[in-house]
């Protein structure tokens, strides 16, 4: 008995331990996860991709693919003052694909009868690196270059221009560019031009431009571009999948003037027509349309400008074959 009751006294064993595992830290979802902002350049992209193309007269263009990395283009352009304008131009793309769609290296060429040439060069060596390189020959005689190096992190982009750089005199155009995302919504950034030259009085200028961009919802979105010499306010909004519209407002401090353009994008998909328009403060309305003619790879299209204070009426009617 005593030792049944010595036994009943002992400490209870403690209970079955589980280990506890490291924590391991949480990824956020992609919906949070803050996205690069994109390029200075495309700051008012959606608003300025609504304005209408325009031309003159009576235009055919042939755009063709002939493998998956090469494709060519021809244009030919007949202007109301009988004017001949014909244009070639080629894409051709690498076998290296970086990100959706795009392939490295990329050339695009385009030249026409007058010896008016322009090349393109854009090479990816990583996929936050871009390099591109742009030449311009007017009839055969002037030339331009510009040489853009743009780098993109998860919240910035970072991009330095050098424009037709003068080696022994040290002219030229150097901009600086950047973009910084606060959030998926807003996005601040800054833009620095110098020039140097020998018209320019004390042989140099700098100009420094503030831009922002806000996008309240995913379908309003309001970018701005401002400095002492000017303005550019841009708005964009997507009322459907068949209708936007925008409004540019640009302002020019020296001449003291300030011009609001109104442009809308209208889309019908059974049978597929797309109209683009713009009206700006002058009353210059230019409109634009194109219209699929299926089975067949053509589409139509028409393109009007009217001024009222040149009184001046251009149409230009267009085939398009792929």
């Known amino acids: 008995m005593g030792n049944v009751q010595a036994s009943s006294n002992l400490p209870q064993m403690p209970p079955k331990l589980t280990p506890i595992k490291p924590r391991t830290p949480q990824k956020l979802n992609s919906e949070n996860r803050i996205k690069n902002p994109g390029s200075v350049d495309e700051l008012h992209k959606k608003c300025k991709e609504l304005f209408p193309m325009t031309f003159d007269g009576i235009q055919f263009v042939i755009k063709r693919g002939l493998s998956n990395h090469f494709f060519d283009s021809h244009s030919l352009l007949i202007g109301a003052t009988s004017n001949i304008s014909v244009n070639f131009g080629s894409i051709f793309g690498g076998t290296k694909q970086v990100g959706s769609g795009n392939f490295n290296p990329l050339l695009i060429d385009d030249f026409d009868h007058r010896g008016n040439i322009l090349t393109n060069v854009i090479v990816q060596p990583w996929n936050n690196l871009k390099i591109k390189l742009n030449t311009r020959v007017q009839d055969f005689k002037g030339y331009g270059v510009q040489t853009t190096a743009e780098y993109k992190t998860d919240r910035y982009t970072a991009t330095l221009s050098i424009i037709n750089p003068g080696l022994f005199n040290y002219t030229g155009i150097y901009i600086s ?9 807003a996005s601040v950034g800054a833009e620095v031009i110098h020039q140097r030259s020998p018209q320019i009085p004390n042989g140099h200028i700098t100009l420094v431009k503030v831009l922002g961009r806000y996008k309240y919802d995913d379908a309003t979105t309001i970018s701005t571009t401002f400095n002492l010499m000017g303005l550019q306010f841009c708005y964009h909004f997507k009322a459907s999948e068949q209708f936007q ?8 401090g020296y001449q003291r003037e300030m011009n609001v ?3 809308y994008q209208a889309q019908i998909l059974k049978p597929y027509i797309k109209i683009k328009g713009s009206i700006d403060g002058k009353w210059n309305v230019i409109t634009s349309l194109e219209k699929r003619l299926h089975p067949m790879p053509f589409t139509f299209t028409l393109s009007t400008m009217f001024s009222p204070a040149k009184h001046q009426l251009r149409m230009g009617v267009g085939l398009l074959v792929r």
Do not use: E, M
């Open 261 to 263: 353009t109104f442009v």
């Open 177 to 185: 560019q950047y973009l910084y995302a606060l959030n998926n919504k």
């Open 245 to 252: 519209f925008g409004v540019d407002l640009d302002g020019d």
